[in-house]
């Protein structure tokens, strides 16, 4: 039992490129969430999903876009990337009112 | 109104001392307050939640006290260990599983 895996841990990308950062959950859970953590901001929600098929807009979500591919995974994609997008990208899923995190993506755009 | 103000923003405490972190709240459509937990590396975990009807709720050396009318709550860390130092994100949830997250407090336990 994984819990909540996310790729890839460490990623540098040049302003413009785009990528997509990939996370999956093996507990059966119904709601997925992408945050980002910036030192002194704490985490904020970027986009969610309540179920399969379900996307919702969190806190932060210009310039990210999200599928919910199934009920296992979630990704996030960054279609032009932009230095303010520098961040760690944390994926969450959850159960009965507790999230569990994925260990993080650490994302520098230069 | 959907924020929730954490303080302070860190913390120093000598080893066994009482580690205290404060937050308020607004919105009173929060229906549930969890503390995280975050080593520096990892993902924050749970550590432990209350919901607005209790006023405070104790696990092991960790307790969270609630005062619903003053919309105000905090974690108290007795007898603090070097193993604590760590961030600690206040919370407070929506009925549609939406969190929103404190700011964080660095704390850190003098050996």
């Known amino acids: 039992n994984a819990g909540v895996t996310q790729t890839p841990k460490f990623q540098v990308l040049k302003t413009g490129q785009s990528m997509t950062l990939q996370c999956a959950q093996d507990m059966n859970h119904n709601s997925m969430y992408w945050y980002r953590q910036d030192p002194g901001m704490g985490l904020r929600l970027i986009y969610y999903s309540a179920s399969e098929g379900t996307t919702d807009k969190g806190e932060v979500p210009n310039g990210y876009n999200v599928s919910r591919l199934n009920k296992r995974e979630f990704s996030l994609r960054l279609e032009s990337a932009a230095p303010s997008q520098t961040s760690v990208y944390f994926c969450?899923?959850?159960?009965?009112?507790?999230?569990?995190f994925g260990p993080g993506t650490r994302l520098l755009v230069l | 109104q959907q924020q929730v103000k954490q303080s302070p923003q860190s913390l120093i405490v000598q080893k066994g001392g009482i580690s205290i972190i404060n937050c308020a709240y607004e919105?009173?459509?929060?229906?549930?307050f969890p503390w995280y937990q975050q080593f520096p590396g990892k993902g924050p975990a749970l550590l432990i939640a209350?919901?607005?009807?209790?006023s405070e709720k104790k696990e092991g050396r960790f307790t969270i006290s609630f005062n619903k009318s003053a919309k105000q709550f905090s974690l108290h860390i007795m007898d603090s260990q070097p193993g604590d130092s760590a961030t600690y994100f206040c919370a407070a949830r929506f009925q549609d599983d939406k969190i929103i997250f404190g700011k964080g407090t660095r704390l850190h336990i003098l050996p």
């Open positions: 209350i919901r607005p009807d209790v």
């Open positions: 919105n009173t459509a929060f229906d549930y």
């Open positions: 969450a899923s959850s159960v009965e009112e507790t999230q569990y």
